[in-house]
């Protein structure tokens, strides 16, 4: 078969989702060959750079005729009307299912599962949270009309999907719940390790980035969703409580929620213990990690976060949130703390400070648990499934889809 493997619009900023597809993309290239497929990447870049072997395919001519630029400003006008932030590609999904059929696509693989291109093709997406659905109260997922949005793709998407990935079990449960997807049309592969976190490499001193005395690190945009205010309210009960000359570092892009938790920090006199580094390199996250006393995912969202999976690679203990999911992705690697209790996190911060073993016993079981699925675990998961698909989707011509009704 003909896989189109869609990387969307996916830049370094947009973080879990770069790393996703530049991972899989690699590995694509490694394993694809002798699996009996051939792969095609789809990207929207006008010019899009050549990725080994694989064949390139830009969306780029569909999504620029004149034709598919008026149906666009319709399409965005009616969503302006409704107040809606606008489907990715419902209004430019006739251009593009030109390009696709020419190109004889047999199946689409979407990496970033807001990005439907084409309905009728057979397509593989994943789900990585539903938060919408689960905690719909938070502004970043429905502020604007985004919950919206996120909800007319995926009960559209989900369920016309020949394949959905879940990362865990509760991922593959609200699936079913909340869209009534088959189960068996549901396959859990867990989010990969990232392979930079992974790979073996000497370490260097301590990043100009960081303080010089001991670290908690937290490298996550700023939503609201992201929890930082209450990882602030654990720092003054660190310092002040126990007396513990801890520094936070913050790393991550503002979404809209920077200003608040600078306000906050100020509010908690913890300002000078704070520092904000903004978007940083691969380089100096990976720096940042390893010289961290501790990464503190404090995040209120799940059932998967890439964060912890990097940091157990990397040699740096986690304590993480306690949300659904977690446990099963992070086993016994990771202290697990309820989000809402700047107490309880305190605490299992002031836990490993004063024990030293522990912190030492968390990263010795976090190294394993980095290695427990990788980007080759992942490719290999799908094309199991595209071996099993493939005497379904040969009973019709590649191309063009066939007038059935004739």
């Known amino acids: 078969m003909k896989v189109g493997v869609s990387i969307g619009d996916a830049e370094p900023e947009v973080g879990g989702g770069y790393t996703l597809a530049h991972d899989v993309l690699q590995q694509v290239e490694l394993q694809g060959a002798g699996a009996g497929h051939r792969f095609t990447i789809v990207t929207t870049a006008p010019n899009p750079r050549a990725q080994g072997q694989t064949e390139v395919l830009s969306l780029a001519p569909a999504l620029t005729d004149v034709a598919t630029r008026a149906r666009l400003r319709l399409g965005r006008s009616f969503d302006r009307m409704l107040g809606r932030a606008p489907g990715p590609s419902n209004w430019s ?5 030109r390009l696709l059929a020419e190109a004889k696509i047999d199946v689409m693989w979407y990496l970033q599962p807001a990005t439907c291109w084409s309905l009728d093709i057979p397509y593989i997406t994943a789900v990585w949270d539903l938060q919408h659905r689960r905690q719909p109260f938070f502004p970043e997922v429905t502020a604007a009309g985004v919950g919206f949005a996120r909800e007319d793709v995926y009960k559209v998407l989900l369920p016309r999907a020949a394949l959905v990935i879940a990362g865990t079990e509760i991922g593959r449960e609200e699936i079913v719940r909340f869209y009534g997807v088959a ?4 396959r859990i592969l867990p989010h990969p390790t990232p392979s930079f976190a992974l790979a073996e490499g000497t370490a260097r001193p301590r990043p100009e980035l960081a303080p010089s005395e ?5 490298p996550a945009q700023f939503w609201p969703h992201k929890n930082h205010v209450n990882l602030l309210e654990a720092l003054r009960l660190l310092r002040e409580r126990d007396g513990l000359p801890l ?19 100020d509010r908690l006199k913890v300002a000078d ?7 940083v390199s691969r380089e100096d996250l990976v720096d940042l990690y390893r010289h961290a006393f501790a990464l503190t995912y404090l995040t209120f969202f799940g059932p998967e976060n890439l964060p912890p999976l990097e940091a157990f690679a990397l040699g740096c203990p986690v304590i ?12 016994d690697a990771a202290l697990l703390v309820d989000p809402r209790s700047p107490t309880e996190i ?8 004063k024990d030293p073993s522990e912190r030492a016993a968390l990263i010795e079981r976090g190294r394993p648990q980095a290695r427990r699925f990788t980007s080759r675990d992942f490719v290999a998961g799908v094309l199991t499934w595209l071996n099993e698909f493939e005497p379904v989707r040969r009973c019709w011509p590649s191309g063009p889809v066939p007038d059935v009704t004739a």
């Open 93 to 97: 999904r006739p251009a593009v299912d």
């Open 346 to 353: 305190a605490d299992a911060v002031g836990r490993i400070f």
């Open 247 to 265: 520094t936070l570092v913050l790393a991550g892009s503002d979404q809209g929620n920077l200003a608040f938790v600078k306000e906050t920090a």
């Open 214 to 218: 001991p670290y908690l690190f937290y």
């Open 183 to 186: 189960a068996e049309r549901i």
């Open 273 to 279: 213990a704070v520092r904000f580094l903004g978007f």
């Open 320 to 331: 993480a949130s306690d949300v659904a999911g977690a446990r099963e992705q992070l086993g």
